[in-house]
């Protein structure tokens, strides 16, 4: 396993960050997988020199971070691993429950670090931008937070770069703690963020750690053109099909099909390994649900790719609309079906869903 700093922090990241929001309960996706299935996907990561851990704070209604919390502490030293988490997103039903106000960033890191079992985070990331909420207010709780010792690094996740900015402005404009990481969404079948935000953080140093590398699984090349697929999620992941099913995108599977054909490999490590060749990017966020595909993101790391080949892969790519600004992005996120109530003890619901 290679390891790079995450943007210009001292923080080390291994290149393949394990996304953790598939791990959890099945009630909140048919794909969900429990924590004695989870475990022997985690203990293969730590195995592999992954040492980097995401999830949130609304995955499964706070089981995520439950299962996260034990599974690293029972299978590593807690020095040895990166854990990271988020915040925003619904944890119960009142008005302070969400955003990004002081009132809702206390108790939510609270939460976080009880479910975790652990007295710090290393990057804790804003879920989204809230707009009710000034910039200032958000930031000089997070900086509070790193001077407390709860948090060592911040991040940021999926917004405008223009909002991006004013954080980043505006932070440094007070002498607050500078985030570090933009956790995006980014891959061979959307990547209008290569108009914007990647050169944004490229120019301030912010490292890059896309979420759904592989866009949902459709890039491994298991879906189909009328819509169905192989895997459960295929069968069940409507949102896919408007992210992703245009004839340019299936287009693009099939350049990645070939590639993986001719060098041997799987459609999911060359998908992963254009990721890891493009600048700025420091660890793809996997979500796995076997044990044999965190082995081929671990290989991802090893696989060149020449320049010719990535020019190959990038040509059918069709621009496509900001899905930041999409009425399915923001559905999927806080429709009322898509949330879980939750009695164990510990966590609070409904919870919005994530990537």
Same mark, same amino acid.
């Given at each position: 396993?290679?390891?790079?700093?995450?943007?210009?922090?001292?923080?080390?990241?291994?290149?393949?960050?394990?996304?953790?929001?598939n791990f959890g309960d099945p009630n909140w996706r048919e794909w969900i997988?429990?924590?004695?299935?989870?475990?022997?996907?985690?203990?293969?990561?730590?195995?592999?020199?992954? +040492?980097?851990?995401?999830? !949130?704070?609304?995955?499964?209604?706070?089981?995520?971070?439950?299962? #996260?919390?034990?599974?690293?502490?029972? +299978?590593?030293?807690?020095?040895?691993?990166?854990?990271? #988490?988020?915040?925003?997103?619904?944890?119960?039903?009142?008005?302070?429950?969400?955003?990004?106000?002081?009132? %809702?960033?206390?108790?939510?890191?609270? !939460?976080? =670090?009880?479910?975790?079992?652990?007295? @710090?985070?290393?990057?804790?990331?804003? %879920?989204?931008?809230?707009?009710?909420?000034?910039?200032?207010?958000?930031?000089?709780? =997070?900086?509070?937070?790193?001077? !407390?010792? $709860? /948090?060592?690094?911040?991040?940021?996740?999926?917004?405008?770069?223009?909002?991006?900015?004013?954080?980043?402005?505006?932070?440094?404009?007070?002498?607050?703690?500078?985030?570090?990481?933009?956790?995006? %969404?980014?891959?061979?079948?959307?990547?209008?963020?290569?108009?914007?935000?990647?050169?944004?953080?490229?120019?301030?140093? /912010?490292?890059?750690?896309?979420?759904?590398?592989?866009?949902?699984?459709?890039?491994?090349?298991?879906?189909?053109?009328?819509?169905?697929?192989? #895997?459960?999620? *295929?069968?069940?992941?409507? %949102? &896919?099909?408007? @992210? @992703?099913?245009?004839? &340019?995108?299936? +287009?693009? /599977?099939?350049?990645?099909?070939?590639?993986?054909? &001719?060098?041997?490999? #799987?459609?999911?490590?060359?998908?992963? !390994?254009?990721?890891?060749?493009?600048?700025?990017?420091?660890?793809?966020?996997?979500?796995?649900?076997?044990?044999?595909?965190?082995?081929?993101?671990?290989?991802?790391?090893?696989?060149?790719?020449?320049?010719?080949?990535?020019?190959?892969?990038? *040509?059918?790519?069709?621009? $496509?609309? +900001?899905?930041? @600004?999409?009425?399915?992005?923001?559905?999927?996120?806080?429709?009322?079906?898509?949330?879980?109530?939750?009695?164990?003890?510990?966590?609070? &619901?409904?919870?919005?869903?994530?990537?």
């Amino acid at each position: 396993m290679d390891y790079v700093n995450l943007g210009r922090s001292g923080l080390k990241v291994s290149r393949i960050c394990l996304g953790m929001m598939n791990f959890g309960d099945p009630n909140w996706r048919e794909w969900i997988l429990p924590e004695a299935a989870a475990r022997p996907i985690v203990q293969r990561a730590l195995e592999l020199g992954i +040492n980097f851990f995401d999830t !949130a704070d609304m995955y499964s209604g706070g089981l995520s971070e439950e299962i #996260t919390g034990r599974l690293l502490l029972q +299978n590593t030293r807690r020095e040895e691993v990166v854990i990271a #988490t988020k915040v925003y997103m619904p944890t119960g039903q009142g008005v302070n429950q969400r955003g990004l106000s002081r009132a %809702h960033i206390l108790q939510a890191v609270e !939460a976080s =670090l009880r479910r975790l079992g652990t007295d @710090y985070i290393d990057l804790y990331q804003i %879920h989204r931008f809230d707009p009710e909420t000034p910039v200032e207010e958000t930031l000089s709780t =997070l900086d509070g937070l790193v001077r !407390a010792g $709860k /948090v060592r690094y911040l991040g940021a996740s999926s917004m405008g770069a223009w909002q991006f900015a004013k954080h980043l402005y505006t932070g440094e404009r007070h002498g607050w703690t500078r985030f570090v990481a933009m956790q995006n %969404h980014y891959n061979l079948v959307y990547r209008e963020e290569e108009r914007e935000m990647l050169p944004l953080c490229r120019e301030e140093g /912010v490292g890059v750690i896309p979420w759904s590398p592989l866009a949902r699984g459709f890039l491994t090349g298991t879906r189909r053109r009328d819509g169905g697929g192989e #895997t459960v999620r *295929a069968q069940n992941d409507g %949102h &896919a099909r408007r @992210y @992703y099913y245009r004839p &340019a995108d299936f +287009n693009v /599977v099939e350049r990645v099909q070939q590639l993986a054909a &001719a060098r041997g490999v #799987t459609p999911a490590q060359v998908a992963l !390994a254009w990721l890891l060749h493009q600048p700025g990017i420091a660890a793809p966020i996997v979500g796995a649900n076997r044990r044999e595909y965190v082995e081929q993101a671990a290989a991802a790391v090893e696989l060149r790719l020449s320049p010719e080949e990535c020019r190959t892969l990038e *040509a059918p790519y069709q621009a $496509k609309e +900001n899905l930041l @600004y999409h009425h399915a992005f923001t559905d999927e996120l806080l429709s009322p079906g898509a949330r879980l109530e939750s009695s164990a003890a510990g966590r609070s &619901a409904p919870q919005g869903q994530g990537e």
